[in-house]
């Protein structure tokens, strides 16, 4: 077997050996990346124990795959350049050497900290290079990084850093997001109010705001320490399956859950997927838009292009800043060949002037990139005209944080792409598409519930501090089963195409939101007696907020007043990120007899398609519908 994937000759011979001989196939793979000490073991473990563990015996540092090992040969070759918020901001940019020596930098000022092996560390910072490092420093030594997204509120980020229990967390004074900055500081401040667990804080100065205060007993100035920092500093030797960062996510139900990555395993993953999907060859550029925050920068930002030793963008802004032309001159100017970003972002450049497209060169993009959310079609059209100049394939890769990496995606060049689907799963993944019951649908052109059947390397291990919520979230509702939280169909050609969640998670320009969380913070307002939240579609964003509220009795409030008073709620409790849409106040909500909020006929309220409403005689309270339905205006 050829290791590289480099036609579809290749996938077939990989696929089918991945998943009829799992023990060999991988441990063949394994033999591409290095290791102190080789696995012998290579899978432990199965669906029904959960006591995964991939490649047990070996030990390894994953920074070493990213950084070391290419020194020799690609040491004075671009490993990131990093283009700031502002067109007019410094340059930067660093080769595997510089790099290498910003982590070790990094790593030693977190090891002067205190920082050992297996302790935690939170980032909360906008995407500046010492995001980068530091969550690499962190590999470095050993100690387990846990990235907050920046749009997080104080108290989410509170939750976080207590339920990873972790000592330093590293943020900026001020984050710039387009024309606005972000009080990040002031914030993590805030959060740390209710933290007992963390001794230090790293302020990686961005905006030098005067205003932003410092406490002199724990806040320690970073660049400052990494100036002074000495930039050599050997791995620390891990286990496969020591644990490498936990990433929050949503779920359908409960406080956001922090999923356990941990380090071989995931390792060979992000490394893999990458190279199979994207087929970079050596001079070429690639930019991913998304945040580090979430899993697709961990693994497509930070992890997977080092690891392949590729040349990348990082970019600190936003589209629309200064203008909606930013991503265009952003690929023009770096000549981007492998561009990678989110339906959301697509459509929202495709709504602006074409003017903002045409301005710029793009004759440099060989492959075009989708994540997060399913994109439709005509999304995928115009990406495929105005964007791919009708010559790059457009990878649609669809996976998820519990995931690590890719499972059914396209791969550039080699499988064919299609509008809208993610068509075929990666090595090593077996999807399976189950009815309701968890009947296998076995139809070669079926539509279901998407399930994974055998354990791959990339998937999260646990979620921390709690294996039984992670047995409970993913394993029980089809026994056996990896039940991902998705609907798709399968075509006569075995392709899928991912119809979007069917739990109670919404995606909102391509975050995943659960909807009990916004009802919790929708129900802390005083005049709030219940809450139901639905996604619906959205032009721009895919999914929108639909919030149904049901007042006290005799609460007098203006509509304005209360969504305004509602969104400062949401803001408090979560983040600007999960602001509804959409607010209509109701008498009631919808409940069966057993007192359970039927979120169907929400959705189809929300969605303005009442045609089939289903069976509503059996609900406890049927009238209601009716004033819903005339309170949306249909
Ligand atoms: C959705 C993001 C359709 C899906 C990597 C999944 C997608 C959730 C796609 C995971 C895609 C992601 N097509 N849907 N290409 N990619 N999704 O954990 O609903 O932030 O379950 O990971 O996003 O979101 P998460």
Not at 271 to 295: H, L, P, S
Not at 486 to 513: C, F, L, P, Q, W
Not at 536 to 559: R, V
Request: hydrophobic share 35%; glycine share 8%.
């Amino acid at each position: 077997m050829n290791q590289n994937i480099s036609s579809r000759d290749d996938y077939e011979e990989h696929y089918t050996l991945s998943t009829t001989e799992p023990e060999k196939y991988w441990a063949q793979i394994a033999k591409s990346y290095d290791w102190k000490k080789e696995p012998q073991k290579i899978i432990q473990g199965d669906f029904n124990d959960l006591e995964i563990k991939w490649f047990e015996d070996g030990q390894l540092n994953i920074t070493y795959n990213c950084l070391d090992r290419h020194l020799e040969k690609r040491g004075n070759k671009t490993a990131v350049m990093w283009e700031g918020n502002s067109p007019d901001d410094e340059h930067l940019s660093y080769t595997y050497n510089e790099l290498h020596r910003e982590v070790c930098r990094f790593a030693n000022v977190l090891k002067d900290q205190g920082i050992k092996k297996w302790d935690r560390v939170v980032f909360y910072m906008s995407m500046v290079p010492e995001l980068l490092t530091g969550v690499l420093a962190c590999a470095r030594i050993g100690a387990v990084h846990s990235v907050v997204f920046g749009g997080f509120s104080a108290q989410a980020l509170a939750g976080r850093i207590q339920d990873c229990e972790a000592k330093l967390v590293v943020t900026n004074d001020e984050a710039y997001r387009g024309a606005k900055t972000i009080g990040l500081k002031e914030i993590t401040d805030e959060a740390l109010k209710s933290c007992t667990t963390v001794d230090k804080v790293l302020v990686r100065k961005r905006t030098h705001a005067s205003h932003v205060n410092y406490d002199s007993t724990r806040d320690l100035d970073l660049l400052e320490l990494l100036s002074q920092a000495d930039d050599q500093c050997e791995p620390e030797w891990m286990n496969a399956e020591d644990p490498l960062f936990i990433l929050y996510t949503s779920g359908s139900t409960g406080t956001p859950k922090g999923l356990l990555h941990t380090t071989g395993g995931y390792m060979v993953w992000a490394g893999q997927t990458f190279k199979n999907v994207f087929q970079m060859e050596e001079d070429d550029i690639y930019w991913c838009t998304a945040d580090i925050g979430w899993i697709t920068g961990h693994s497509y930002i930070a992890y997977g292009p080092l690891i392949n030793g590729a040349s990348s963008v990082i970019f600190e802004g936003i589209p629309t800043y200064p203008d909606a032309g930013r991503f265009w001159e952003i690929v023009e100017k770096y000549k981007i060949t492998h561009f990678y970003t989110a339906p959301t972002a697509i459509r929202a450049l495709q709504a602006c002037d074409l003017k903002f497209v045409k301005d710029h060169d793009l004759s440099s993009l060989k492959v075009l990139g989708s994540v997060g959310e399913p994109i439709n079609e005509e999304a995928w059209q115009w990406y495929h005209k105005e964007i791919g100049n009708e010559k790059c394939p457009i990878v649609d890769t669809w996976w998820q944080t519990e995931t690590g990496g890719f499972m059914i995606s396209p791969m550039a060049g080699i499988t064919e792409c299609i509008p809208s689907y993610a068509t075929y799963p990666q090595p090593g993944i077996l999807p399976q598409l189950v009815d309701n019951e968890g009947v296998q649908l076995e139809d070669k052109t079926a539509e279901g519930n998407l399930c994974i059947t055998q354990p791959w390397p990339g998937m999260a291990r646990t979620i921390w501090g709690n294996h039984e919520r992670y047995r409970q979230t993913y394993f029980t509702t089809y026994p056996g089963k990896y039940f991902t939280g998705d609907g798709a169909k399968r075509d006569e050609k075995s392709r899928y195409r991912i119809t979007g969640r069917v739990d109670d998670v919404m995606n909102i320009s391509g975050h995943r939101i659960g909807t009990a969380e916004v009802e919790e913070a929708i129900n802390e307002h005083p005049f709030v007696v219940e809450s139901a939240v639905v996604g619906y579609p959205h032009d721009i964003k895919g999914q929108g907020i639909y919030a149904y509220i049901n007042l006290n009795e005799g609460a007098e409030i203006e509509l304005d007043k209360l969504k305004t008073e509602i969104n400062e709620f949401i803001i408090k409790v979560i983040g600007p990120i999960a602001k509804p849409d959409q607010v209509q106040i109701v008498s009631g909500l919808p409940k069966t007899r057993s007192g359970k909020i039927m979120r169907r006929i929400l959705r189809k309220v929300a969605s303005k398609d009442v045609s089939n409403l289903g069976d509503i005689s059996t609900l406890l309270n049927p009238e209601v519908v009716d004033e819903i339905k005339k309170g949306a205006g249909l």
